[in-house]
Structure formats: structure tokens, C-alpha cells
């Protein structure tokens, strides 16, 4: 039994008068990678938003090494350690690359540490090295979504929170995020991935989550539930479940 | 109920502001004066409460609308257009609501189809200036700074002004409730509240938004009108200033925006505020109004209206 | 009349416009930066210049202080006064989804300044003028004040310094960022109020540059600021919002627009004419002439 890192306890979030997701509980544990799987639309993007503060939840706890996170700002949350990376990438197209990558290292925890944070960011992504002075907005899809991870990973983060990351992206590129995040992770950074490529994500991660509707479906180790023909069934597609 | 309740009590209010003429001396009481301003600016704060309270849509233009209704009429007579000399004419103020209407849909077809929000505002305030510039150079029509004047010798009674004025305010805030209430109201809703999403279900947005500028400009212009007929001496310093594009987003404001009563409560909070200034502190009230809107920003964005709620919902 | 475009004139006109139209720059990179991280149009920024106008002219009438030296002042002045303002007035509003209840603040704000100052200190127009002020330049038989050409290296030197600022320091890029997507901004954990603060005081600081300018050219009185701040306005939708050079470029265009069309159609409707080119550019072209866009990433 590891350490919970990131507790999420019976958490309602509500958008105005509608609620979204119904009693959510979910754990990461420290060094491992958590898949958060499900159709468009079921809540996984919402939940990550709850964690990293952008939306509260009504009710529920979210518990980080045991503080609580329920009433901190998005800048706070980064600073106790954990960064999100959310749906689109969302970078700052007009700065650039180098520019970016400063700016993850923005939390006091991070910036003693840039220079060799930045140097682990060209060696796990040497292209952003080629590209420093270029400005974000000229990359291309698998480059931006490089970026946007090497980013987060300047603020020396705890847990990476990765929100769609193979969205848009083709399949080389999809299999080389995959392998940076098995990667990432190989160097001790624990990672909460919400996917819609359910096979991939499955696949690397230690513990999954089935989010339906705003609420937990199913859980389970990923190979548990890569081999559940339940799962394979609903999300994965009949070719698969015929195997 | 509680609507047959609210109906009561606005019948009884317009008997009472109805009955006033045979209490005081209107021409000669100052507290009439206030009430036929409040009546005013109820008006012209119902047609800014319709289109940016309602529909969303900050409109920084209304000076113009109400300065288009003052110069029509005023044109209107001079002129002798509709051979009934200088008669206190229904005719001439529908007229005078109409001239607006045109300007609002001229410019607000460009503008609204490519202008959102702050954008929109900032075209309307350009526009707003454009006038300015126009009546101020426009030769011997409007005379320009100097103005029209029209003969005061036909200012008999205040009576006619106070009345008009109370039914002014009446017609106003009934074509806003009813409006509100019917489709095209519930259409400009659903264009506030997310506008893709009401143009995805049908709904013209451009239409929309034009009638409802479009009705605010008709309500300023037949407020001018009445104003004409006041003042007798029109000229861009007197109708087209920055006063009337201010209060009535301040008489919103402060009343509750998007409401129907709030622009009432507003207009008489504002003009006993800025009459009592004009008495007693001439030039420190413009002060006050910056205080004051600073104030409700920051403390009541419901306005005066939203205020009742809260403490009642604390109660 | 066309007999009178000899080269001189028509370079004396461009001239003119140049000198005069960065103050509008100024004031228009002042309400980029506050529009690119509030979202809002600070409508009390010609307030804000006239304000100090009106500071430069009372050390210069009262204390013998050269307006140039009274930056010295008022620059850290309006720094001040700007945090001042943004925490005390519009640091709740600014994290409200409802961003006309900033605007209104602004604009309460423009109303309470511009009266203030009517009260105090009288509508009666205020002018400095000091040994100088009528000292020009004749290079080649164009006449070039002294008091514009300095009002115009001001201007530069604080673009620039705005433009290094951005650039160069950590502070700078969080404002940048921010000004593009605040809420990706917080994620990298920076806090939308520092950033607010920050560049809320450099447009006051601006502001306040603009107004010892102003005071050294032309003569004022309280409610020239709100014209003024209409003029930026226009500067910036030339301009283009996010882009410093180009809001002090926008700047120079009102100014050269404002230099030929009085000269050849009267003042008056010299101003019409720059409100109906605001409201065209606004619809053709609502980013500015200067935007250069990046698709967002």
C-alpha cells in the first residue's frame, strides 16, 4: 500500500444549478500513473479542473499529502506542487518556446532549480532545444504538446496532471507522448492522465478510473481493466473485444 | 398573485403621481419640477434598461437618440410640417421617436452585426460623438451651437408637461414589461445569456438585437421630444450632452439592472440626488455620482433593487 | 488651395501630427496593458492625465519645479497611486465574470476624478510656461517646438521602457502571458492580481508621463481628460491591443489624421472625421493594424 498522494473524496461539482460530477473518490499513488478514462463529456476534464482550483467543488475534499486543497486558488495549487496541463494545451502562443518554459518555472519552489530543470527538459525533448526562440503559436501539434508537458515539468511538479494529451495529434506522435509520459514517470513524476485513447492509456497506467456521466463506473489496475470486456466493450470497440 | 398584487400597487402609485397637479402648484413647485424630470428619466433609463440590462448590449449612444427626438420636433415646428402650429401633438412625438429608430437601425446594422460587447460600446460612444460634431456644424438647419429656439409664449401650464411626462413613463416601463414578457423578449434572453447557442436554436440574432436597440432609441427620442417642449431652446449643449448618455446607465445601474422597477427607483434616487445637489452643492454633486457608482460596483452590483432581496433574504 | 501643398507645409503637417500624436500613444499603451490583463477599457485614463497635468503645473506655479524634473515626482507618484487604486477599487471586480462591473468602476472613477479636480482647482484652463516654452527648432524652415520634440522623446523612451520591461523581465512575460490566457496564466502559478496590480500601475505610470507632457504643451482644464481618453481609445483601435510599439504608432496616425484634416476641413470636423475612422477600422478591422497574430496554441 503506497502513499496517497492525491486524495479526491465524494466530490460533487456543480456549473451554476447543474451538477456535473456525483461522488467522486479517487486516489494516486505516489510514483505511479493514474488513468481518469471515459466518453466526451463524463466529467474527467471538469475533475482536473476541481484539483487544480479553477472550479470548487460543492462538496467533498481534495487532499494533497494530506492538506487540503479545497479552498486554493489555481496559483496556489501549482505552488504546493502539482500542475496541470489542460485540454488544448493552452500555451502562450505569442512567446516563445524558451519564453514558455520560463514561465513554468514561475513557482518559487522551481525557479532555483530552472537551469537544470530546462536542461532535463532538451534532453527528454530535444526539438524545443532547436526551437527556443521560436514562438509557440508556430510549432506544430506534436511539437506544442511537447512544449506544453516540458512546461509543466519546469515547475518541479509532484503530480503532472495531463489532460488529453495524444488530442490531435497523429499516431507517431501519440506513441512518442506515450513513451515520454512512461518516461517522465520512470524519473519518479507521478502522473493523474485523462485519456480518450483508452487503449494507450490503459496500458501504461498502474490504476484506472472509468468516469460515465459525473460518476465513477468502474476502477481497477490497467491491465484489469485493458482485458475487462465490460470496458473493452463499451469504449474500446468490438474489434478489440472480439480477441 | 403576486402580479395582480404588483398591478395594484402601480395603479395606485399613477393615481397618486395623477393627483398631485391638484395639490401643489405645479408651475411654481419645485418638488412637480423633480417629478416631471424623474418621469423623463424614467424613460429614457427604461429604453438604456432594454437594450443593456435586457439584451446585454452597453449602448453608449442614447444622448444622440434623445438629441435626434429634441431636434425633430423642434424641426417639426419651425417648419410648420404638420400644419398644426405649435400644438402639444401626439403626432410630432411619435415622429420624433421614429427619426432615432431609423439612426439605430442605419448604424446598428453594421455595428451590431460585427461588434460584440466592449467593442459595440465603443462604436456606439464613436457614433454618439459623430452627431455631436454633425448638429454642432450643421449650418443654418440646426443652427448650430446656438441652436433652434421656439417661442415660449406657448408655455401656458406645467400641467400638460407633468401629465405627458407621467404618462410617458407609464408607456415606457408597460412596453418594457411587455416586451420582456413576450417572445421577442424571451429571443433577446436567450442572445445575453450565449448568443451561439440562441443562433444555433433559430433564433435571428441580428433581428433581435437591432428591434431591441431599436426600441431603446424610440423611448429616448419621444423623451426628447417631450423635453423640446419643455425647454423651447435646443441646442447640442442642452440635448446631446454626456448628462443624458450618464444617467440613465447611472439610474440603472444603481436601480438594478435588468429589472423593471429598478430603472423607476433609480431615476428618482438620481434625480433627488443631483436636483438637491444642483440646490445646495452645485458643483461638488457630479462628484458624487462617481462616488456613488464606485460604491454600488463595489458593494451592490444588484443595484437598489437586488438590495431588497438580499436583506430580505437575510431576514 | 492646393497651391499652398508646398513640401514644407505638407512636412510641417506630418510633423505636427508625429509631435502630438504620441501622447495619445502613451496613453494608448496604458489602456492596452490594463485591457490585456483586466479586460477592461479604463475609461479614467485621461482623467488620470489630466491629474497629473495638473500636479506638474502646481510644483512648477507653487514650488518653482521644472515639469521635466517633476517626473521625478510624479512618476513614482502614479506608480503609487495606481497599485493604490487597482486594491482598493478594482481588485474584487477584476476576478467577477461580469466585466461592465469594472467598466463601471472605471467610469465612476472618470466622473469623480474629472469633478474633483473642477472643484479644487477650478475650470479655468492651466498652462506652464516656463523660459523654454516657446523655444523651437528650424531645421530646414519647419518649425518644430522644443516642448513637443521633448514630449515626443518621452514618449519613446517610455515605450521602450515599457516594451524592455515586458520583454526582459520575469514580471513582464507573467503580464504577456496573462494577457493572452489568464486562467493557463494561474496554472503556471501566477496570480492573476500581481499581474493586474502590476500592469494597472505602469498604465497610471504612463498616465503620468502623458500629463507632465501634456502640461508642458498645451493648456488644460478637468474635462479635457475625457476627450483625451476617447483619442487613446482610437490610438489603441489603430493600434491594435498586446503591442506596444503599435499603440504608440496608433498614436502617431490619429495624431497625423488629426494634423491634415484640420488644417484642410477646420477642427470640428477633424474630430468627426477620427471617430468615423475609429468606428470603420473597428468594424473592418476590430485587431488593429499592427496585431501581428499568432493562432493561439
Known amino acids: ?243 | 398573485m403576486r402580479e395582480r398584487r404588483s398591478i395594484i400597487i402601480s395603479a395606485l402609485v399613477t393615481i397618486a403621481f395623477a393627483g398631485v397637479p391638484f395639490f401643489l402648484n405645479v408651475d411654481t413647485s419645485y418638488f412637480a419640477y423633480y417629478l416631471f424630470l424623474s418621469f423623463c428619466h424614467i424613460v429614457i433609463a427604461q429604453g438604456w434598461n432594454f437594450v443593456a440590462g435586457y439584451t446585454g448590449q452597453i449602448s453608449l449612444c442614447q444622448n444622440a437618440f434623445f438629441g435626434l427626438g429634441a431636434y425633430t420636433t423642434a424641426l417639426i415646428w419651425l417648419h410648420d410640417v404638420t400644419k398644426t402650429g405649435y400644438y402639444f401633438d401626439p403626432v410630432v412625438m411619435v415622429l420624433s421617436g421614429l427619426v432615432p429608430v431609423i439612426l439605430a437601425v442605419i448604424i446598428g446594422i453594421p455595428l451590431l452585426s460585427r461588434l460584440r460587447g466592449d467593442y459595440f460600446a465603443l462604436g456606439t460612444l464613436g457614433v454618439q460623438f459623430i452627431i455631436q460634431v454633425l448638429f454642432l456644424k450643421g449650418g443654418a438647419f440646426t443652427r448650430g451651437a446656438d441652436g433652434l429656439h421656439l417661442p415660449s409664449t406657448v408655455f401656458e401650464s406645467m400641467k400638460p408637461y407633468y401629465w405627458t411626462g407621467l404618462f410617458l413613463a407609464l408607456f415606457a416601463t408597460a412596453v418594457v414589461y411587455f416586451l420582456i414578457k413576450s417572445r421577442a423578449g424571451l429571443a433577446l434572453r436567450a442572445i445575453r445569456e450565449d448568443e451561439i447557442s440562441a443562433a444555433a436554436h433559430g433564433i435571428h440574432v441580428l433581428k433581435y438585437k437591432i428591434f431591441a436597440f431599436a426600441v431603446g432609441a424610440f423611448l429616448a427620442g419621444i423623451c426628447g421630444s417631450l423635453y423640446a417642449w419643455y425647454l423651447f431652446h435646443i441646442n447640442p449643449d442642452s440635448v446631446l450632452n454626456l448628462n443624458w448618455l450618464f444617467y440613465p446607465i447611472l439610474i440603472c445601474v444603481l436601480g438594478g439592472n435588468g429589472t423593471i422597477t429598478g430603472p423607476i427607483i433609480g431615476a428618482f434616487f438620481i434625480t433627488a440626488l443631483f436636483s438637491l445637489g444642483t440646490v445646495y452643492m452645485a458643483q461638488t454633486h457630479p462628484i458624487l455620482s462617481g462616488a456613488l457608482i464606485i460604491f454600488v460596483m463595489k458593494f451592490m452590483p444588484t443595484g437598489l433593487v437586488g438590495l431588497k432581496d438580499r436583506i430580505l433574504s437575510r431576514g | 488651395m492646393l497651391e499652398y501643398l508646398t513640401f514644407g507645409l505638407i512636412t510641417q503637417l506630418f510633423v505636427n501630427g508625429i509631435l502630438f500624436g504620441t501622447m495619445y500613444g502613451i496613453a494608448a499603451i496604458g489602456l492596452s496593458l490594463i485591457f490585456g490583463t483586466m479586460r477592461i477599457i479604463f475609461l479614467a485614463q485621461g482623467a488620470m492625465i489630466v491629474f497629473f497635468a495638473y500636479i506638474s503645473y502646481w510644483l512648477f506655479t507653487l514650488l518653482g519645479v521644472d515639469p521635466y524634473l517633476s517626473l521625478i515626482f510624479v512618476v513614482p507618484l502614479s506608480l503609487l497611486l495606481g497599485s493604490g487604486f487597482y486594491s482598493s477599487l478594482f481588485k474584487e471586480a477584476a476576478a467577477l465574470e461580469d466585466k461592465n462591473i469594472s467598466l463601471l468602476i472605471a467610469i465612476g472613477l472618470m466622473f469623480l476624478v474629472e469633478n474633483l479636480m473642477t472643484v479644487v482647482w477650478t475650470a479655468n484652463p492651466r498652462s506652464i510656461l516656463t523660459t523654454y516654452s516657446s523655444f523651437v527648432f528650424r531645421p530646414i524652415g519647419i518649425i518644430i517646438p522644443f516642448t513637443r520634440l521633448i514630449a515626443l522623446l518621452m514618449a519613446v523612451l517610455s515605450a521602450s521602457g515599457v516594451l524592455l520591461f515586458l520583454k526582459k523581465t520575469l514580471i513582464g512575460m507573467a503580464v504577456r502571458a496573462a494577457s493572452e490566457d489568464m486562467e493557463s496564466a494561474t496554472l503556471m502559478g501566477i496570480n492573476p492580481h500581481w499581474v493586474n496590480v502590476v500592469a494597472f500601475s505602469i498604465g497610471i505610470g504612463l498616465a503620468g508621463i502623458a500629463g507632465v507632457g501634456l502640461a508642458t504643451i498645451y493648456s488644460f482644464d478637468p474635462m479635457y481628460g475625457f476627450i483625451f481618453a476617447i483619442k487613446a481609445l482610437i490610438a489603441l483601435a489603430f493600434g491594435g491591443m498586446g503591442n506596444v510599439f503599435g499603440a504608440l504608432l496608433g498614436g502617431i496616425i490619429l495624431g497625423l489624421l488629426e494634423s491634415w484634416a484640420s488644417f484642410f476641413i477646420g477642427a470640428g470636423w477633424a474630430d468627426a472625421v477620427s471617430y468615423a475612422v475609429f468606428l470603420i477600422m473597428l468594424m473592418l478591422k476590430p485587431e488593429g493594424l499592427f496585431v501581428r497574430s499568432v493562432q493561439t496554441a
Open chain 1, 1 to 243: 500500500m503506497g502513499n496517497h498522494l492525491l486524495e479526491v473524496k465524494g466530490v460533487d461539482v456543480l456549473y451554476g444549478d447543474v451538477q456535473v460530477i456525483w461522488d467522486v473518490s479517487i486516489h494516486v499513488e505516489e510514483g505511479t500513473i493514474v488513468a481518469l478514462v471515459g466518453a466526451n463529456g463524463a466529467g474527467k476534464t471538469t475533475l482536473l479542473k476541481t484539483i487544480s482550483g479553477i472550479i470548487h467543488a460543492k462538496r467533498g475534499e481534495i487532499l494533497f499529502s494530506g492538506k487540503s486543497l479545497t479552498r486554493l486558488k489555481p496559483q496556489e495549487v501549482v505552488d504546493i506542487g502539482i500542475s496541470h496541463v489542460p485540454e488544448g494545451r493552452r500555451l502562450f502562443s505569442n512567446l516563445t518556446v524558451l519564453e514558455n518554459l520560463k514561465l513554468g518555472a514561475y513557482p518559487s519552489r522551481a525557479r532555483p532549480l530552472f537551469a537544470e530543470s530546462l536542461e532535463r527538459a532538451f534532453s527528454l525533448f530535444p526539438v524545443l532545444k532547436a526551437r527556443k526562440g521560436q514562438k509557440a503559436g508556430s510549432l506544430s501539434g506534436g511539437e506544442r504538446q511537447m512544449l506544453a508537458i516540458a512546461r509543466a515539468i519546469m515547475a518541479h511538479p509532484d503530480i503532472l496532471m495531463l489532460d488529453e494529451p495524444s488530442l490531435g495529434l497523429s499516431p507517431i506522435f501519440v506513441k512518442t507522448i506515450f513513451e515520454l509520459i512512461y518516461a517522465l514517470n520512470k524519473q519518479k513524476v507521478t502522473i493523474l492522465l485523462v485519456e480518450q485513447n483508452i487503449h494507450q492509456a490503459l496500458k501504461i497506467a498502474y490504476q484506472a478510473y472509468v468516469l460515465k456521466t459525473g460518476k465513477i463506473a468502474i476502477s481497477g489496475g490497467g491491465d484489469e481493466l485493458l482485458a475487462d470486456p465490460e470496458v473493452q466493450k463499451a469504449y474500446i470497440g468490438e474489434r478489440w473485444s472480439k480477441r
